[in-house]
């Protein structure tokens, strides 16, 4: 087991080189740089070549991008994100509250999504092919289909203005109490909710089905376990393996996949933070951002492989 981690760790090394190495290349792409974006039509129509040198040597713009690359990396691995282009504050002050917003709101709708994902897909599977597996079905496949821009902006008609029960923007800042934040964000964790469960109800559910379906089970049936204990006790513990890794990655992925939520509901997370450094061409908060996303979803993954292979001995040995 220790032979399969560390093989994996050495994996998840390179991988989040790799997505550095993307991203800076992705952000150099784009046209124009930091000081160009920063400049209004006045302002750079008033700069000789000569001042447009001048002030890109000041902010370092001027040297290669492999060395900027390298300078940003040999910081970061210490911690040191550095300083933004425009501004020179200090990129972790920058992510850091935006960071601690996302993470509780991605945590609160795991807190939800999770349990609901299970208890939806437990039922889909226990009445195959009744009524309630079939709303079940038809519901993941509708919220799947729905994008959260267009079912956040629905439940904000509807809850907003219909029935003016929940803000529709997020009225706390950025430094407010995370209590404050959660009880402003009921709209976004709603949106998230509904638009990310599909995948795991039907993980659970087809696991849920091949572990009913399984010998052991029927062992147990026969045997005259009750049907909650063939539930509870044998076909739950069983198809939960398969959706283990899927629920890792799905926790993981809220961090990056609630950027259209933050934007549409205006919360203070690191969503928004994004889309400023990339419209500013801010390189190192862009690249600080995917390297602490990057390492979020590797670290979930390690976990879970960690996990399925405390639960299944097969897997220790792949």
Same mark, same amino acid.
């Given at each position: &087991?220790?032979?399969a &981690?560390? @093989?994996?760790?050495?994996?998840?090394?390179?991988?989040?080189?790799?997505?550095?190495?993307?991203?800076?290349?992705?952000?150099?792409?784009?046209?124009?740089?930091?000081?160009?974006?920063?400049?209004?039509?006045?302002?750079?129509?008033? &700069?000789?070549?000569a001042? %447009?040198?001048?002030?890109?040597?000041?902010?370092?713009?001027?040297?290669?991008?492999?060395? @900027?690359?390298?300078?940003?990396?040999?910081?970061?691995?210490?911690?040191?994100?550095?300083?933004? $282009?425009?501004?020179?504050?200090?990129?972790?002050?920058? *992510?850091?509250?935006?960071?601690?917003?996302?993470?509780?709101l991605?945590?609160?709708?795991?807190l939800?999504?999770?349990?609901?994902?299970?208890?939806?897909? =437990?039922?889909a599977?226990?009445?195959?092919? @009744?009524?309630?597996?079939?709303?079940?079905?038809?519901?993941? $496949?509708?919220?799947?289909s729905?994008?959260? %821009?267009a079912?956040?902006?629905?439940?904000v008609?509807?809850?907003?203005?219909w029935?003016?029960?929940?803000?529709?923007?997020?009225?706390?800042?950025?430094?407010?109490?995370?209590?404050?934040? *959660?009880?402003?964000?009921?709209?976004?964790?709603?949106?998230?909710?509904?638009?990310?469960?599909?995948?795991l109800?039907?993980?659970?559910?087809?696991?849920?089905? /091949?572990?009913?379906?399984?010998d052991?089970? /029927?062992?147990?049936?026969?045997?005259?376990?009750?049907?909650?204990?063939?539930?509870?006790?044998?076909?739950?513990?069983?198809?939960? =393996?398969?959706?283990?890794?899927?629920?890792?990655?799905?926790?993981?992925?809220?961090?990056?996949? =609630? =950027?259209?939520?933050e934007?549409?509901?205006?919360?203070?997370?690191?969503?928004?933070?994004? *889309?400023?450094?990339? /419209?500013?061409? /801010?390189?190192?908060?862009?690249?600080?951002?995917?390297?602490?996303?990057?390492?979020?979803?590797?670290?979930?993954?390690?976990?879970?492989?960690?996990?399925? &292979?405390?639960?299944?001995?097969?897997? @220790?040995?792949?």
């Amino acid at each position: &087991m220790l032979k399969a &981690m560390a @093989r994996r760790l050495v994996l998840s090394a390179l991988v989040v080189f790799l997505v550095t190495v993307l991203v800076f290349v992705a952000t150099e792409v784009l046209p124009g740089d930091a000081l160009q974006v920063s400049l209004t039509a006045d302002e750079a129509s008033q &700069m000789s070549d000569a001042d %447009f040198a001048k002030r890109r040597a000041e902010l370092g713009l001027d040297r290669p991008a492999v060395v @900027r690359y390298g300078s940003w990396l040999a910081h970061a691995v210490t911690g040191d994100f550095g300083k933004t $282009i425009i501004g020179r504050e200090d990129v972790a002050t920058v *992510i850091g509250y935006p960071l601690r917003n996302s993470m509780l709101l991605g945590l609160v709708t795991a807190l939800c999504a999770i349990p609901i994902a299970l208890a939806i897909g =437990i039922a889909a599977a226990y009445w195959r092919g @009744r009524t309630p597996d079939l709303i079940a079905s038809t519901g993941a $496949i509708v919220g799947y289909s729905i994008p959260e %821009f267009a079912s956040g902006n629905f439940l904000v008609l509807c809850f907003a203005i219909w029935l003016p029960i929940f803000p529709a923007m997020i009225t706390a800042f950025t430094r407010d109490a995370p209590t404050t934040l *959660i009880a402003a964000s009921f709209l976004p964790v709603l949106t998230v909710v509904i638009g990310s469960i599909a995948h795991l109800v039907r993980l659970v559910r087809a696991g849920f089905i /091949e572990s009913l379906n399984s010998d052991y089970v /029927e062992r147990a049936r026969l045997a005259g376990a009750s049907n909650l204990s063939l539930v509870l006790r044998h076909a739950l513990p069983a198809s939960v =393996i398969p959706a283990l890794n899927s629920a890792a990655l799905y926790v993981a992925g809220l961090l990056s996949g =609630i =950027i259209v939520v933050e934007k549409v509901f205006a919360y203070p997370g690191l969503g928004l933070v994004l *889309i400023n450094a990339v /419209e500013k061409r /801010e390189v190192a908060v862009v690249q600080a951002i995917s390297l602490i996303a990057a390492l979020v979803v590797i670290g979930m993954n390690l976990l879970a492989d960690a996990a399925v &292979m405390a639960l299944d001995p097969r897997a @220790r040995s792949r």
